[in-house]
Protein backbone atom coordinates (compact mmCIF):
# COMPACT_ATOMS: atom_id res chain seq x y z
CA UNK A 1 0.00 0.00 0.00
CA UNK A 2 1.01 3.48 -0.58
CA UNK A 3 1.35 4.95 2.56
CA UNK A 4 2.96 8.03 4.25
CA UNK A 5 4.76 6.33 7.04
CA UNK A 6 5.97 3.88 4.08
CA UNK A 7 7.63 6.39 2.14
CA UNK A 8 11.09 6.63 4.00
CA UNK A 9 12.99 7.65 0.89
CA UNK A 10 11.20 11.09 0.61
CA UNK A 11 12.74 13.04 3.11
CA UNK A 12 9.56 14.51 5.59
CA UNK A 13 9.64 16.77 8.42
CA UNK A 14 8.56 15.56 11.98
CA UNK A 15 5.49 18.32 11.21
CA UNK A 16 4.39 16.36 8.12
CA UNK A 17 3.93 13.07 10.15
CA UNK A 18 2.07 15.26 12.62
CA UNK A 19 -0.25 16.41 10.26
CA UNK A 20 -0.48 12.72 8.38
CA UNK A 21 -1.36 11.13 11.62
CA UNK A 22 -4.01 13.89 12.59
CA UNK A 23 -5.74 13.91 9.52
CA UNK A 24 -5.91 9.87 8.93
CA UNK A 25 -7.10 9.92 12.88
CA UNK A 26 -9.37 12.42 12.17
CA UNK A 27 -10.59 10.90 9.05
CA UNK A 28 -11.29 7.51 10.35
CA UNK A 29 -13.20 8.63 12.85
CA UNK A 30 -15.44 11.22 11.60
CA UNK A 31 -15.14 10.59 7.91
CA UNK A 32 -14.99 7.30 7.12
CA UNK A 33 -18.37 5.81 8.96
CA UNK A 34 -20.50 8.31 7.19
CA UNK A 35 -18.99 7.98 3.16
CA UNK A 36 -21.60 6.59 1.65
CA UNK A 37 -24.47 7.88 3.66
CA UNK A 38 -23.28 11.22 3.01
CA UNK A 39 -22.50 10.45 -0.44
CA UNK A 40 -26.16 9.12 -1.81
CA UNK A 41 -27.94 11.73 0.41
CA UNK A 42 -25.69 14.52 -1.63
CA UNK A 43 -25.21 15.68 2.31
CA UNK A 44 -22.69 18.42 3.33
CA UNK A 45 -21.34 17.58 6.36
CA UNK A 46 -20.74 21.32 7.41
CA UNK A 47 -20.85 20.38 11.30
CA UNK A 48 -17.37 18.66 10.87
CA UNK A 49 -15.68 21.75 9.93
CA UNK A 50 -15.61 23.14 13.17
CA UNK A 51 -13.59 19.78 14.62
CA UNK A 52 -11.22 20.34 11.70
CA UNK A 53 -10.61 24.08 12.64
CA UNK A 54 -10.06 22.85 16.29
CA UNK A 55 -7.30 20.52 14.64
CA UNK A 56 -5.46 23.08 12.73
CA UNK A 57 -6.93 22.01 8.72
CA UNK A 58 -8.92 25.32 7.88
CA UNK A 59 -6.12 27.71 8.14
CA UNK A 60 -3.30 25.49 7.22
CA UNK A 61 -1.31 28.11 5.86
CA UNK A 62 -2.14 31.32 7.47
CA UNK A 63 0.25 32.25 10.08
CA UNK A 64 -0.78 32.00 13.83
CA UNK A 65 -1.09 35.49 14.52
CA UNK A 66 -4.61 35.52 12.65
CA UNK A 67 -5.23 31.99 14.10
CA UNK A 68 -4.26 29.61 11.39
CA UNK A 69 -1.36 26.79 11.95
CA UNK A 70 1.41 28.60 10.33
CA UNK A 71 2.50 25.92 7.90
CA UNK A 72 3.58 25.67 4.27
CA UNK A 73 2.85 23.68 1.55
CA UNK A 74 4.45 20.29 1.88
CA UNK A 75 2.37 20.09 5.59
CA UNK A 76 -0.95 21.34 3.45
CA UNK A 77 -0.45 18.96 0.60
CA UNK A 78 -0.18 15.77 3.32
CA UNK A 79 -3.41 17.18 4.80
CA UNK A 80 -5.47 17.04 1.47
CA UNK A 81 -4.24 14.10 0.05
CA UNK A 82 -4.46 12.19 3.75
CA UNK A 83 -8.29 13.44 3.98
CA UNK A 84 -8.51 12.33 0.40
CA UNK A 85 -7.45 8.75 0.51
CA UNK A 86 -10.19 8.19 2.83
CA UNK A 87 -13.47 10.85 0.69
CA UNK A 88 -12.43 12.73 -1.70
CA UNK A 89 -15.42 15.14 -1.43
CA UNK A 90 -14.29 16.23 2.56
CA UNK A 91 -10.37 17.02 0.93
CA UNK A 92 -12.14 18.85 -1.89
CA UNK A 93 -14.22 21.10 0.80
CA UNK A 94 -11.29 21.78 3.06
CA UNK A 95 -8.85 22.76 0.16
CA UNK A 96 -11.57 24.76 -1.63
CA UNK A 97 -11.77 26.68 1.72
CA UNK A 98 -8.11 27.00 2.21
CA UNK A 99 -6.52 27.62 -1.26
CA UNK A 100 -9.48 29.83 -1.93
CA UNK A 101 -10.76 31.97 0.51
CA UNK A 102 -8.62 32.01 2.75
CA UNK A 103 -5.79 32.68 0.79
CA UNK A 104 -7.35 35.17 -1.23
CA UNK A 105 -8.24 37.31 1.97
CA UNK A 106 -4.71 36.84 3.38
CA UNK A 107 -3.08 37.67 0.65
CA UNK A 108 -4.87 40.36 -0.34
CA UNK A 109 -6.44 41.81 2.07
CA UNK A 110 -5.84 44.61 4.69
CA UNK A 111 -4.76 44.18 8.08
CA UNK A 112 -8.18 45.25 9.07
CA UNK A 113 -9.62 43.02 7.11
CA UNK A 114 -7.36 39.69 7.92
CA UNK A 115 -8.16 40.30 11.53
CA UNK A 116 -11.70 40.51 11.04
CA UNK A 117 -12.01 37.75 8.60
CA UNK A 118 -9.41 34.97 9.58
CA UNK A 119 -9.35 33.82 12.79
CA UNK A 120 -13.40 32.57 12.29
CA UNK A 121 -12.44 30.99 9.05
CA UNK A 122 -9.12 29.40 10.46
CA UNK A 123 -11.39 28.09 13.34
CA UNK A 124 -13.77 26.67 11.35
CA UNK A 125 -16.82 28.42 12.88
CA UNK A 126 -16.99 30.21 9.72
CA UNK A 127 -16.90 27.99 6.00
CA UNK A 128 -15.32 29.92 3.21
CA UNK A 129 -16.21 29.82 -0.75
CA UNK A 130 -14.92 31.99 -3.53
CA UNK A 131 -16.87 33.14 -6.83
CA UNK A 132 -15.25 33.29 -10.23
CA UNK A 133 -17.08 30.96 -12.08
CA UNK A 134 -20.26 31.97 -14.17
CA UNK A 135 -22.54 30.18 -16.55
CA UNK A 136 -21.56 31.58 -19.72
CA UNK A 137 -17.64 32.19 -18.58
CA UNK A 138 -15.97 28.70 -17.65
CA UNK A 139 -12.28 29.50 -19.07
CA UNK A 140 -13.29 32.69 -20.24
CA UNK A 141 -13.18 34.37 -16.59
CA UNK A 142 -12.75 37.65 -18.39
CA UNK A 143 -15.95 37.66 -20.22
CA UNK A 144 -17.93 37.26 -16.25
CA UNK A 145 -21.54 39.21 -16.51
CA UNK A 146 -21.91 39.77 -12.57
CA UNK A 147 -21.17 43.58 -11.70
CA UNK A 148 -20.21 45.76 -9.28
CA UNK A 149 -21.41 49.89 -9.30
CA UNK A 150 -19.70 52.04 -6.91
CA UNK A 151 -22.10 54.41 -5.31
CA UNK A 152 -20.23 56.79 -3.02
CA UNK A 153 -18.46 54.63 -0.54
CA UNK A 154 -20.39 51.29 -1.80
CA UNK A 155 -20.53 48.80 -4.38
CA UNK A 156 -23.81 47.28 -5.56
CA UNK A 157 -23.33 43.37 -6.65
CA UNK A 158 -25.37 42.24 -9.59
CA UNK A 159 -25.58 38.52 -11.05
CA UNK A 160 -24.80 35.24 -10.31
CA UNK A 161 -21.84 33.11 -9.85
CA UNK A 162 -22.08 28.96 -10.19
CA UNK A 163 -20.08 25.60 -9.52
CA UNK A 164 -19.41 27.53 -6.26
CA UNK A 165 -18.01 25.29 -3.29
CA UNK A 166 -20.36 25.96 -0.31
CA UNK A 167 -22.08 28.63 -2.05
CA UNK A 168 -25.28 27.51 -0.21
CA UNK A 169 -23.84 27.13 3.29
CA UNK A 170 -20.28 29.46 2.97
CA UNK A 171 -20.60 31.83 5.38
CA UNK A 172 -17.73 34.42 4.07
CA UNK A 173 -17.37 34.74 0.20
CA UNK A 174 -14.55 36.05 -1.84
CA UNK A 175 -16.56 37.32 -4.81
CA UNK A 176 -15.09 38.98 -8.35
CA UNK A 177 -17.13 41.43 -10.10
CA UNK A 178 -16.71 43.52 -13.02
CA UNK A 179 -16.32 47.03 -12.73
CA UNK A 180 -15.24 47.83 -16.13
CA UNK A 181 -15.77 46.93 -19.67
CA UNK A 182 -16.01 42.83 -20.40
CA UNK A 183 -13.03 41.28 -21.68
CA UNK A 184 -10.61 43.78 -19.59
CA UNK A 185 -8.47 42.20 -17.20
CA UNK A 186 -8.20 45.16 -15.12
CA UNK A 187 -12.13 45.51 -15.11
CA UNK A 188 -12.45 43.19 -12.02
CA UNK A 189 -12.51 43.43 -8.59
CA UNK A 190 -12.50 41.39 -5.58
CA UNK A 191 -14.69 41.84 -2.66
CA UNK A 192 -15.60 40.22 0.42
CA UNK A 193 -19.49 39.43 1.10
CA UNK A 194 -20.74 37.55 4.31
CA UNK A 195 -24.06 35.24 4.43
CA UNK A 196 -27.03 37.46 5.59
CA UNK A 197 -26.21 40.29 3.25
CA UNK A 198 -29.16 41.53 1.84
CA UNK A 199 -29.53 40.82 -1.69
CA UNK A 200 -26.84 38.06 -1.52
CA UNK A 201 -28.24 34.44 -1.50
CA UNK A 202 -28.10 30.98 -2.82
CA UNK A 203 -29.78 29.88 -5.62
CA UNK A 204 -29.71 26.16 -7.31
CA UNK A 205 -27.55 23.07 -5.94
CA UNK A 206 -26.09 20.87 -8.08
CA UNK A 207 -26.99 16.99 -8.09
CA UNK A 208 -23.56 16.00 -9.16
CA UNK A 209 -21.73 12.91 -10.52
CA UNK A 210 -18.94 12.49 -8.01
CA UNK A 211 -18.16 14.87 -5.21
CA UNK A 212 -21.89 14.90 -3.86
CA UNK A 213 -20.65 15.68 -0.18
CA UNK A 214 -19.16 18.82 -1.10
CA UNK A 215 -21.75 21.22 -1.54
CA UNK A 216 -21.72 23.14 -5.24
CA UNK A 217 -24.16 25.78 -5.67
CA UNK A 218 -24.56 29.10 -7.12
CA UNK A 219 -24.68 32.21 -5.53
CA UNK A 220 -27.05 35.24 -6.53
CA UNK A 221 -26.53 38.50 -5.87
CA UNK A 222 -28.99 41.16 -6.71
CA UNK A 223 -28.53 44.57 -5.86
CA UNK A 224 -26.45 43.79 -3.33
CA UNK A 225 -24.85 46.35 -1.15
CA UNK A 226 -21.56 46.10 0.66
CA UNK A 227 -18.93 48.51 2.15
CA UNK A 228 -15.82 49.25 -0.05
CA UNK A 229 -14.33 48.56 3.36
CA UNK A 230 -15.12 45.14 2.02
CA UNK A 231 -12.64 45.20 -1.19
CA UNK A 232 -10.22 43.32 -1.25
CA UNK A 233 -7.30 45.20 -2.78
CA UNK A 234 -6.75 47.73 -5.41
CA UNK A 235 -10.05 48.55 -7.86
CA UNK A 236 -9.43 46.69 -11.35
CA UNK A 237 -7.32 43.92 -9.97
CA UNK A 238 -9.51 40.58 -9.04
CA UNK A 239 -8.71 39.44 -12.06
CA UNK A 240 -4.63 39.41 -11.84
CA UNK A 241 -5.39 38.29 -7.77
CA UNK A 242 -7.67 35.36 -8.79
CA UNK A 243 -4.77 33.95 -11.32
CA UNK A 244 -2.53 34.09 -8.77
CA UNK A 245 -4.87 32.16 -5.99
CA UNK A 246 -5.37 29.92 -8.58
CA UNK A 247 -1.56 28.81 -9.40
CA UNK A 248 -1.60 27.79 -5.85
CA UNK A 249 -5.17 26.01 -6.30
CA UNK A 250 -3.88 23.75 -8.43
CA UNK A 251 -1.34 21.99 -6.42
CA UNK A 252 -4.47 21.49 -3.98
CA UNK A 253 -6.40 19.51 -6.89
CA UNK A 254 -2.76 17.94 -7.33
CA UNK A 255 -3.04 16.55 -3.68
CA UNK A 256 -6.65 15.56 -4.11
CA UNK A 257 -5.65 13.68 -7.01
CA UNK A 258 -2.68 11.61 -5.23
CA UNK A 259 -5.51 10.78 -2.34
CA UNK A 260 -7.97 9.69 -4.84
CA UNK A 261 -5.37 7.83 -7.05
CA UNK A 262 -3.57 6.44 -3.60
CA UNK A 263 -6.97 5.38 -2.57
CA UNK A 264 -7.86 3.96 -5.53
CA UNK A 265 -4.61 1.83 -5.55
CA UNK A 266 -4.51 0.89 -2.34
CA UNK A 267 -7.83 -0.98 -2.62
CA UNK A 268 -7.12 -2.45 -5.81
CA UNK A 269 -3.94 -3.99 -4.54
CA UNK A 270 -5.66 -5.08 -1.32
CA UNK A 271 -8.71 -7.08 -3.35
CA UNK A 272 -5.90 -8.15 -6.23
CA UNK A 273 -4.37 -9.89 -3.31
CA UNK A 274 -7.47 -11.27 -1.53
CA UNK A 275 -9.61 -12.08 -4.77
CA UNK A 276 -8.94 -16.15 -6.28
CA UNK A 277 -9.46 -17.25 -9.69
CA UNK A 278 -8.25 -20.51 -10.81
CA UNK A 279 -6.70 -21.16 -7.77
CA UNK A 280 -4.47 -18.16 -7.14
CA UNK A 281 -4.28 -14.07 -6.51
CA UNK A 282 -5.62 -12.61 -9.13
CA UNK A 283 -1.98 -10.62 -8.48
CA UNK A 284 -0.23 -12.93 -10.18
CA UNK A 285 -1.71 -12.66 -13.03
CA UNK A 286 0.54 -10.79 -15.45
CA UNK A 287 -2.38 -8.69 -16.51
CA UNK A 288 -3.64 -7.63 -13.29
CA UNK A 289 -0.02 -6.45 -12.32
CA UNK A 290 1.06 -5.10 -15.16
CA UNK A 291 -1.85 -2.55 -14.43
CA UNK A 292 -0.54 -2.13 -10.82
CA UNK A 293 3.04 -1.14 -12.23
CA UNK A 294 1.58 1.39 -14.04
CA UNK A 295 -0.77 2.91 -11.20
CA UNK A 296 2.26 3.22 -8.55
CA UNK A 297 4.46 4.41 -11.20
CA UNK A 298 2.33 7.39 -12.16
CA UNK A 299 1.39 8.30 -8.61
CA UNK A 300 4.98 8.52 -8.28
CA UNK A 301 5.64 10.60 -10.94
CA UNK A 302 2.52 12.77 -9.89
CA UNK A 303 3.76 13.04 -6.59
CA UNK A 304 6.88 14.36 -7.74
CA UNK A 305 5.48 16.94 -9.71
CA UNK A 306 3.27 18.35 -6.15
CA UNK A 307 6.25 17.90 -3.77
CA UNK A 308 8.15 20.36 -6.36
CA UNK A 309 5.27 22.88 -7.20
CA UNK A 310 4.78 22.77 -3.70
CA UNK A 311 8.65 23.50 -2.65
CA UNK A 312 8.77 26.48 -5.26
CA UNK A 313 5.70 27.65 -3.45
CA UNK A 314 6.73 27.51 -0.29
CA UNK A 315 10.08 29.56 -1.71
CA UNK A 316 7.74 32.39 -2.85
CA UNK A 317 8.69 31.33 -6.56
CA UNK A 318 6.40 31.62 -9.44
CA UNK A 319 4.45 28.64 -9.77
CA UNK A 320 2.36 28.70 -12.51
CA UNK A 321 3.93 25.94 -14.86
CA UNK A 322 4.62 23.95 -12.02
CA UNK A 323 1.39 24.20 -10.62
CA UNK A 324 -0.36 23.33 -13.87
CA UNK A 325 2.33 21.09 -14.65
CA UNK A 326 1.39 19.13 -11.10
CA UNK A 327 -2.34 19.72 -11.36
CA UNK A 328 -2.56 18.15 -15.12
CA UNK A 329 -0.55 15.32 -14.85
CA UNK A 330 -2.23 14.11 -10.96
CA UNK A 331 -5.86 14.92 -12.18
CA UNK A 332 -5.37 12.96 -15.14
CA UNK A 333 -3.00 10.00 -13.64
CA UNK A 334 -6.06 10.08 -10.99
CA UNK A 335 -8.39 9.41 -13.41
CA UNK A 336 -7.03 6.56 -15.17
CA UNK A 337 -6.21 5.05 -11.71
CA UNK A 338 -9.22 4.78 -10.75
CA UNK A 339 -10.95 3.56 -13.44
CA UNK A 340 -8.29 0.62 -13.86
CA UNK A 341 -9.18 0.15 -10.21
CA UNK A 342 -12.94 -0.74 -11.24
CA UNK A 343 -11.15 -2.84 -13.64
CA UNK A 344 -9.24 -5.17 -11.71
CA UNK A 345 -12.05 -5.24 -8.99
CA UNK A 346 -14.37 -6.37 -11.89
CA UNK A 347 -18.27 -6.35 -11.65
CA UNK A 348 -17.44 -5.59 -7.80
CA UNK A 349 -16.51 -2.49 -8.81
CA UNK A 350 -19.05 -1.40 -10.41
CA UNK A 351 -21.06 -1.77 -7.50
CA UNK A 352 -21.32 0.51 -3.91
CA UNK A 353 -19.92 -2.42 -2.07
CA UNK A 354 -16.82 -1.31 -2.44
CA UNK A 355 -15.06 2.08 -2.88
CA UNK A 356 -13.38 2.17 -6.30
CA UNK A 357 -16.82 3.25 -8.05
CA UNK A 358 -17.17 6.56 -5.86
CA UNK A 359 -13.21 7.00 -6.18
CA UNK A 360 -13.82 6.87 -10.53
CA UNK A 361 -17.07 9.30 -9.81
CA UNK A 362 -15.20 11.75 -7.76
CA UNK A 363 -12.02 11.50 -10.18
CA UNK A 364 -13.41 13.42 -12.79
CA UNK A 365 -13.64 16.82 -11.06
CA UNK A 366 -10.48 16.66 -11.17
CA UNK A 367 -10.31 17.59 -14.42
CA UNK A 368 -11.98 19.69 -14.86
CA UNK A 369 -11.92 22.14 -11.55
CA UNK A 370 -9.54 24.96 -10.87
CA UNK A 371 -9.16 25.12 -14.78
CA UNK A 372 -9.52 21.99 -17.28
CA UNK A 373 -6.66 19.63 -18.56
CA UNK A 374 -6.78 21.64 -21.66
CA UNK A 375 -6.57 24.77 -19.71
CA UNK A 376 -3.60 23.84 -18.04
CA UNK A 377 -1.74 22.69 -21.18
CA UNK A 378 -2.78 26.09 -22.57
CA UNK A 379 -0.75 27.43 -19.08
CA UNK A 380 2.26 25.53 -20.06
CA UNK A 381 2.62 26.25 -23.57
CA UNK A 382 2.22 29.93 -23.28
CA UNK A 383 5.00 29.54 -20.43
CA UNK A 384 7.43 27.68 -22.34
CA UNK A 385 6.72 29.60 -25.80
CA UNK A 386 7.26 33.38 -24.09
CA UNK A 387 10.22 32.08 -22.08
Same mark, same amino acid.
Given at each position: ???FE?????KT?E #??????E???????Q???P?I??W??A?????EI????????FM?M??????G?SG??Y??YV???????I??PS????IA??????V???? +??GTED???KW?P??C????????GL #??HN #?G??????? #??AR +?????????G??N??TH?ISG??????A???E?G???????F?VERGT?G?????KE??L?M???E?A???????V?S?Q??L??V?DG????M??L?GG????A??S?????G???A?LKY?????Q?? +?????F??????????V??????SL?T????????Q???V?Q?G?M???F??ET??????E??Q???????T??F??E????D?????????????Q?V??A??????
Open positions: MIDLRPEIS #TQRMVYAARDFATFIKNMEDEQYFPSFQQAGALGGLIPESYGMGHETLIETISVDIGLSAHNSLCNHIY +KFQRLLKLQGSAIGAW #TE #TSDAKDMS #TT +KEGDQWVLNTKFIGDIAVVIRNGKNNRGMTAVPFYAGKNKGRASTEMVFEECIDNRGPGFIQSKIDRISIALLGIAKAYNSSQERKFG +KSISNQGISFKLADMTEIEAALQKASEMKNNLNTAAAKLASCVKVANAVIHGGYGFKDPVKFLRSKLCTIGEGTSEIKVIRKILND
